[in-house]
């Protein structure tokens, strides 16, 4: 299983799992992402974080 910090440029996955804590899982959480979602990576920022 691969994770979005894995992801390359031009890949789909699909949303398994949302790890994180407190401030930060709800942040994600509140975002709207449902599991088995396919989330396309269209670039990646300069940090290495991906823009979805």
């Known amino acids: 299983m691969k994770t979005l910090r894995q992801a390359k440029c031009g890949e789909t996955l699909t949303i398994r799992r949302l790890e994180g804590e ?3 899982k ?5 975002m709207g992402p449902a599991r088995g979602a ?3 990576i269209c670039k ?3 940090l290495g974080l991906a823009v979805l």
Not at 26 to 30: E, F, K, P, Q, S
């Open 38 to 40: 396919p989330v396309y």
């Open 22 to 24: 407190g401030a930060l």
């Open 26 to 30: 709800h942040r994600i959480m509140d």
């Open 44 to 46: 990646v920022a300069p």
